[in-house]
């Protein structure tokens, strides 16, 4: 009965990237526990699969369509007080994933026939601006986005609250490509400064990390890449 405290009646959470994976799971536990969920994610069928009370489309990186999409959240459920800022991508166009799986996949072909590779698995140097930038946009402005709107619904109405930044274990191991393990990183420390600042006002900020967990973003990585973290 203890666990009866932890229940979220009464309360009301949005969540990006709630349209599938982790982020749908989280809706859905959310939803389990008492709370009603707003879910917001680019795709709004996949938001309207996920058992949240209201879906809405949103793009994270554009603070317009964050700003719209919080309001909404509000206006039908006249309070806020859990933001889980869960959206993310790993790769984008002009990245150098292309490079870095080819390359990856010809070092292994190497290593299965000889037994060694010279081959060097690079992405930074196929990495251009558009690609870094997309996948930052989303994975450190998104969360920022959504921190900032969030706030300031709390402020103005005068209510305590929480903001959950998903986070990832690469941002510890450094695996990954180097705008995702960056984008993890910089969520660690945007959470710790929100944190700081937020507390006088009772507003809560927390990260979690979860390591690599099979989601639909997780279908788009080789086999060998997967093998590789789950070797480590």
Known sequence: ???????????????????????????????????????????????????????????VADS???????????????????????????????????QFYAAMAQRNAELADKGSSDVFVDQLIHMEDDGWGAVMAVNINGPFHVARAFMRVLVADGNPGSIINISSTSAQSGEGSPHYVTSKAAVIGLTRQLARELAPRK????????????????????????SSMEAS
């Open 64 to 98: 317009a369509s964050v700003n719209a999409a919080v309001q909404a959240a509000r206006a039908a459920f006249r309070r806020l007080d859990i933001a889980v800022s869960n959206a993310g991508i790993g790769q984008a166009a002009n990245d150098g994933s292309e």
């Open 203 to 226: 507003i809560r900020g927390n990260a979690v990390a979860p390591g690599p967990t099979n989601t639909p973003i997780m279908q788009g990585i080789p086999p060998e890449w997967i």
């Open 1 to 59: 009965m203890i666990l009866d405290r932890f229940r979220l009646d009464g309360q009301v959470a949005v969540v990006t990237g709630a349209g599938r994976g982790i982020g749908k799971a989280i809706v859905q536990r959310l939803t389990a526990e008492g709370a009603q969920v707003a879910a917001l994610d680019m795709n709004l069928e996949d938001a309207q699969t996920s058992g949240a009370a209201l879906a809405l489309q949103c793009n």
